[in-house]
Structure formats: structure tokens, C-alpha cells
């Protein structure tokens, strides 16, 4: 697995240390994880960006806000996830794929948290199922 810290490893630690909250990003294949400290970031495609790699590619991530508390994962579904085409079948899919890959991700970086879905990310379960 490869981890990026963002700015570097040195301020990574001191803001985990701090238990300020990280911006995350896991690849869908769980082989790539990039965390910094929120207001290095300020947001995940900006840390796409700032760590070298196209901030088109945030389509490729599960996204998250992480401190010593818990996970929120910024709960959103591309269509182009899954070669599933029923919409509820791909949610589904990607939302027990992303409670797969998400802890072990986590765990890479020192975080063994739990993981929330803010509400307002909770219109895919409406989508589920309805």
C-alpha cells in the first residue's frame, strides 16, 4: 500500500498528534491512501493536486474527514463506479466496497474509527432503499 503524507511526514504526525482533523483520501482499490491536515488541503481534490496527481482523478477515492473520534466519509456514488448499471444496485455495491477498503485505509495511517455517513450524504439509502 502507498501512503502519502501531505505536506510531509513530520506534519502529518504533528497534526495526528494534535487530533486535528485529516482529509483522507482511499483509492477504490485500497492500494493508495493521501491524508493532510484539513487546512493544508482545504479540500480533497486540492490535495489531489497538491500531492502531484490530477484532481480529476477524485472520482477514484472514497473521501473522508477523520479524527481520533470517527470517519465521516463524503458518501457520494459515480456513476462510473461499478459497470453496474441499476443505480441502486451500484450504491449498493459501492457503499460495501468503501466499508471494505475504508478501515483498512485507515488503519494504515493510525486511525481504527469508526465510520459515519453525515445525513445529508444519506440520499443514496433513500435511493437503496426505496
Given amino acids: 500500500m502507498t501512503i502519502i503524507k501531505y505536506p510531509d511526514e513530520r506534519e502529518f504526525e504533528k497534526a495526528v498528534n494534535a487530533d486535528e482533523p485529516l482529509l483522507v483520501l482511499v483509492s477504490y482499490d ?11 488541503a482545504v479540500e480533497h481534490h486540492i490535495l489531489l493536486r497538491r500531492v502531484g ?4 482523478d477524485i ?52 486511525y481504527d474509527v469508526p465510520i459515519n455517513i453525515p445525513k445529508r450524504y444519506r ?5 437503496m432503499n426505496g
Fill in 30 to 40: 485500497g492500494e493508495t491512501v493521501i491524508a493532510s491536515q484539513i487546512d493544508e
Fill in 53 to 56: 496527481l490530477p484532481d480529476t
Fill in 59 to 110: 472520482d477514484k477515492y472514497f473521501r473522508l474527514v477523520v479524527d481520533h473520534e470517527g470517519a465521516d466519509w463524503t458518501f457520494v456514488c459515480p456513476s462510473d463506479s461499478s459497470p453496474v448499471t441499476r443505480k441502486e444496485k451500484r450504491i449498493e455495491e459501492y457503499f460495501k466496497d468503501g466499508m471494505r477498503i475504508i478501515p483498512e485505509g485507515l488503519k494504515a495511517i493510525g
Fill in 123 to 127: 440520499r443514496h439509502f433513500d435511493i
